[in-house]
């Protein structure tokens, strides 16, 4: 767009305009068609090195038939032969497509310089036994690899082994069909299941070329049109890494199309992350915006990090997690300091708060534990004391109990009602009366709700409780009192409503005054 509007600019017209190369992009064709030019001069040199192995072989062929037929004295004639074999095994690549042709004339001039020449028995029989020791040691190699899982390693590594067997000379006749065998059903084995594995990978390539031409379909089908907003942009985004991961997890797809195929991976994600990069490009001040507002609330995150009002910071941060997941992006570059800065902010916090929870458990724990012994001691009150000292031992076990601090909660239940099973059994045993037992159960219970904020409500609601129940007591007392008026003394009737009347109005200040110790009961402990 700059040349096009400079050349424009200078009085050009449009239709004339052509775009000029870079001077890097020229620089990079000048390069690839330097390493070009490099490559196909490597590949004729190699070419050309391999031709003339080839000729060498084929001269080294000849000179093998020569020495077969030559007169000359046989030590001489044997040294030969074993400098030209040596010659042979040092010459590695040939033209492909002639290797196998090449070893088969080799093969017959040697083992014909073997059988027609007559070679002393000696040398001819050592060779024989150490190229079979040669021999079936590559047998053994081969048997071993049909165990290889990997069977495209085994493949490779059998052709090497069949290399080295071309460079072994002949064994005796008697052995030769024996070993050979045993060598090729070996290979032959291996090679079905290569063959097997590549048949495998084919069908695979062909899968992997389905799943990936179903990820571009997904991809291309992504109107970029329809992202108005960050959260579009940003699920969408996260929808295309998905599916890039994905591709990433499968194999390749047929030599044939996979390139191609990834060139139209290549396009459609280009496409997405282009039109993603001009949209930010075009909402630079809403996430600078953005990156204000979560400035702040890192500033308000750090004002109470130190608090240790951990019911009401706890509900703070919570809140204020909720308003930075409300904020849209922010500008790239900072996206990940002010993150680091928040979340610094959070979690220390509430490490705090967890470390703190952690020791107020490990107390209430030490409490449970001294509560229970108390409640042991009070369960193996010594029964030799007499009924006062008991009584003065069992309250002062108790207090002992009630002086304890909290325990946790989930055991405060099991722990109280063990306790009180325990002092009641003491209570029957010594014989106290049920209203004392009921007064000093009352009281072991409120001196245990009033350690709790929580349960100081409940505590001043049962001295409401008690209030009225005590005045509707009162009202009842005094209903008896004036109805005993009215009854007839000399009536056998009258006696016996009378000594009635009398009795429920000795239980009701009995009563009466239960009610009373226990509002003193709560009003000691509030």
């Not at 985004?237 to 991976?265: C, D, H, M, S």
């Not at 928040?342 to 020791?359: N, P």
């Not at 904020?453 to 007392?477: A, I, N, P, W, Y």
Request: a neutral charge; charged letters at 35%; one cysteine or more.
């Amino acid at each position: 767009d700059a040349q096009k509007h400079q050349f424009l600019t200078d009085g050009g017209k449009e239709e004339d305009f052509v775009i000029k190369e870079s001077e890097l992009h020229t620089e990079g064709k000048n390069l690839l068609q330097t390493l070009a030019e490099k490559r196909k001069k490597i590949a004729a040199n190699e070419e050309k090195i391999k031709e003339t192995n080839y000729e060498r072989k084929l001269a080294i062929i000849e000179e093998v038939k020569a020495l077969t037929e030559s007169q000359e004295d046989f030590n001489k004639k044997y040294q030969d032969f074993k400098g030209l074999q040596h010659e042979w095994n040092s010459i590695r690549q040939v033209p492909h497509g002639k290797e196998h042709e090449l070893w088969k004339l080799y093969q017959e001039q040697v083992e014909k310089f073997y059988d027609i020449v007559h070679i002393h028995n000696e040398y001819r029989d050592y060779d024989f036994k150490k190229n079979l020791e040669s021999k079936i040691g590559l047998s053994e190699s081969a048997e071993k690899l049909i165990e290889e899982k990997d069977v495209v390693s085994a493949f490779h590594q059998l052709q090497k082994l069949h290399k080295d067997w071309r460079d072994i000379g002949p064994v005796a006749r008697k052995d030769r069909e024996i070993i050979w065998q045993r060598f090729k059903e070996a290979s032959a084995e291996i090679n079905t299941k290569y063959q097997d594995r590549i048949e495998s990978l084919k069908a695979d390539e062909s899968e992997n070329y389905e799943k990936k031409v179903a990820i571009c379909e997904t991809l291309e089908a992504i109107d970029i049109a329809t992202l108005k907003s960050t959260r579009d942009w940003e699920s969408k985004t996260r929808e295309v890494l998905n599916l890039q991961n994905e591709w990433r997890q499968i194999g390749y797809a047929p030599r044939k199309v996979n390139a191609k195929i990834f060139q139209r991976y290549r396009t459609v994600c280009d496409s997405f992350f282009k039109g993603k990069n001009a949209y930010y490009q075009s909402i630079r001040g809403e996430l600078e915006e953005n990156l204000q507002k979560k400035i702040e609330l890192c500033e308000r995150a750090e004002a109470l990090k130190d608090s240790q009002d951990w019911k009401n910071t706890t509900s703070d941060m919570i809140a204020i997690q909720r308003e930075w997941k409300e904020i849209g992006m922010v500008p790239r570059k900072n996206s990940s300091s002010i993150w680091k800065r928040f979340i610094g902010a959070c979690d220390y916090f509430f490490e705090q708060k967890k470390l703190f929870t952690k020791s107020i458990h490990e107390e209430e724990a030490a409490n449970l534990a001294l509560k229970k012994e108390v409640t042991e001691k009070i369960k193996n009150l010594d029964t030799s004391l007499t009924a006062e000292e008991s009584v003065e031992k069992l309250k002062e076990l108790m207090d002992e109990w009630h002086a304890i601090g909290f325990v946790p909660f989930k055991a405060k239940n099991s722990a109280y009602n063990e306790f009180v099973a325990a002092t009641d059994a003491q209570y029957a045993r010594l014989n106290i009366n049920k209203s004392e037992r009921k007064l000093d159960s009352f009281k072991s219970n409120i001196s245990e709700m009033t350690k709790s904020d929580r349960s100081r409500g409940q505590v001043l609601h049962e001295r409401e409780k008690l209030m009225r129940q005590f005045e509707r007591m009162k009202s009842e007392l005094q209903t008896y009192e004036n109805n005993i008026g009215f009854l007839s003394s000399s009536s056998k009737k009258g006696n016996t409503l009378l000594d009635d009347m009398n009795s429920k109005i000795d239980k009701i200040k009995v009563e009466l005054e239960l009610i009373v110790k226990k509002i003193d009961a709560i009003d000691e402990n509030i």
